[in-house]
Nanobody
Framework: QVQLVESGGGLVQAGGSLRLSCAASGSISSIYYMGWYRQAPGKQRELVAT???????NYRDSVKGRFTISRDNAKNTVYLQMNVLKPEDTAVYYC????????????????WGQGTQVTVSS
């Protein structure tokens, strides 16, 4: 089984920066995409950014130019550099991985991390 372990959340003032990390542990052969979603209180979970193993990125419009997703395929780790943070970025950020092939040959469609809180004060 693969586990996603997130780190890097916290409290920051508006205009500040944070870097989230998510490492996939387990006997993994490949992961097609990794990314980040977020969920604010009372709202639905929404996509923030994703990155395929081939380097294709997808960002939600409100974070374009401020957030950058990157990935270390060898370490099965994805990062989210968040700059010029705004109070509306406050949410629990969840790591997501999809298209996982295990060393055994088994396959998982998608898995989620536990989430890490990001709070941006005004």
């Amino acid at each position: 089984q693969v586990q996603l372990v997130e780190s890097g959340g916290g409290l920051v003032q508006a205009g500040g920066s944070l870097r989230l990390s998510c490492a996939a542990s387990g006997s993994i052969s490949s992961i097609y995409y990794m990314g980040w979603y977020r969920q604010a209180p009372g709202k639905q979970r929404e996509l923030v950014a994703t990155l395929t193993s081939g380097g294709v990125t997808n960002y939600r419009d409100s974070v374009k130019g401020r957030f950058t997703i990157s990935r270390d395929n060898a370490k099965n780790t994805v990062y989210l550099q968040m700059n010029v943070l705004k109070p509306e970025d406050t949410a629990v950020y969840y790591c997501n991985a999809g298209g996982i092939t295990y060393s055994s040959g088994a396959y998982s469609n998608t898995i989620w991390g536990q989430g890490t809180q990001v709070t941006v004060s005004s």
